[in-house]
């Protein structure tokens, strides 16, 4: 079965620290974003990546980071610099940075205690 | 700067009422009008590509139209299962594969 998947669904997390989202793909697609979904707003993107070894940030990068040593594999890493990073977070990918469709994974909603 | 607005923010129907969301946009240059479908707590489900106004495409009760400045979702004879948010994204000519989401209708089709 072809697909994204994301990992933990639910996460919780104390103040001060940081935590790492997972996001695999298995459809072999070239390029992957990172997005926020806070109540009555559209998707923010977070960071993206083209292509392996290669990522830019995008509109609301500040307190998040990125990696992508695997073309299967983009975590998102949320870091105590954060200052609001309770929100639904989505990952997506897509087959190279010429299509267009982007298709998400599940998503991690993630709550700070 | 690129911006999509949806409208109305929620919408209830009765079941077989048809009606339409609205998505308008700004845009330097439209290379795509996506839109998708939301159930809570889950990832978007891709429904439609739009490319250049007057463009329509169909699936099942959903049919999706561009213009040069909005898009449109008819949903004909909704049913209950039809019930999420539909989202509207567009991206733009210049840079990355970046797209500008709106921020959803929330429908609800109730027997």
């Known amino acids: 079965d072809g697909g994204i998947t994301q990992s933990p669904k639910y996460l919780f997390r104390k103040e001060g620290q940081n935590v790492t989202l997972s996001c695999e793909q298995n459809l072999n697609h070239d390029a992957m974003y990172w997005y926020r979904q806070d109540p009555g707003q559209g998707l923010r993107l977070i960071y993206y990546?083209?292509?392996?070894?290669?990522?830019q940030k995008g509109d609301i990068a500040e307190g998040y980071s990125v990696s992508r040593e695997k073309k299967e594999s983009f975590p998102l890493t949320v870091t105590s610099a954060q200052k609001n990073p309770t929100a639904f977070y989505l990952c997506a990918s897509c087959p190279d940075r010429d299509e267009n469709e982007q298709f998400f994974g599940p998503g991690t909603r993630l709550t700070v205690l | 700067e690129d911006q999509v607005t949806q409208s109305p923010e929620a919408l209830r129907l009765q079941e077989g009422e048809s009606s339409s969301l609205n998505c308008s946009y700004t845009?330097?240059?439209?290379?795509?009008l996506f839109w998708y479908r939301q159930d809570p707590g889950k990832g978007p489900e891709f429904l439609f590509t739009l490319y250049s106004a007057g463009e329509e495409k169909e699936k099942e009760r959903l049919k999706a139209t561009l213009t040069k400045k909005e898009s449109f979702l008819h949903i004909t004879a909704p049913k209950p299962e039809d019930s999420a948010t539909y989202l509207c994204?567009?991206?733009?000519?210049?840079?990355?594969?970046?797209?500008?989401f709106g921020a959803g209708t929330r429908l609800a089709v109730h027997p």
């Open positions: 845009v330097s240059g439209l290379r795509g």
């Open positions: 990546s083209q292509i392996v070894n290669d990522f």
């Open positions: 994204a567009v991206q733009g000519l210049g840079g990355y594969n970046k797209l500008i």
